[in-house]
């Protein structure tokens, strides 16, 4: 194996790293909200026990995604981006803005502005968009 596919591969960890760390924490957040919802005060022992342990996970989640590289201030949780979108600047073939992609959990990709905002709600000619 060559040092260029090492590298490749390297790359391909990092990005799969960082979309299931940012992926588990959005989880992690909704599950302990709903546990807030689900169980009002007082609270029974073993479900003071079971919403530390979720909180416990999300400040370990909360350490590994700072950990990972800077990501435009409006991209929703959860959504992955290429570990290089800085330099991937791509253009909406609509209306010529700046783009980047990126990969909801779901496996969905999806264009958005630099400050990261889905473009599907931004770009002037969505409203000429047609699903293939
Ligand atoms: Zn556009």
Redesign the pocket.
């Known amino acids: 194996m060559d040092d260029l596919s090492m590298a490749g591969r390297s790359n391909v960890r990092d990005a799969d790293r960082g979309r299931v760390a940012r992926g588990d924490l959005y989880l992690a957040e909704s599950k302990l909200r709903a546990m807030r919802d689900r169980w009002p005060e007082p609270r029974l022992p073993e479900q003071d026990l079971a919403m530390a342990s979720v909180a416990a996970d999300i400040e370990r989640l909360r350490v590994i995604v700072a950990s990972l590289p800077e990501r435009p201030a409006s991209m929703p949780p959860g959504v992955e981006l290429p570990h290089d979108w800085q330099q991937r600047r791509s253009q ?6 700046p ?1 980047i992609w990126g990969t909801y959990p779901s496996g969905k990709r999806a ?1 958005f502005d630099p400050d990261g905002t889905n ?1 599907f709600a ?5 409203r000429e968009w047609r699903k293939p």
Do not use: K, Y
């Open positions: 909406c073939r609509s209306c010529g803005a783009v264009p473009h931004t770009c002037p000619q969505r």
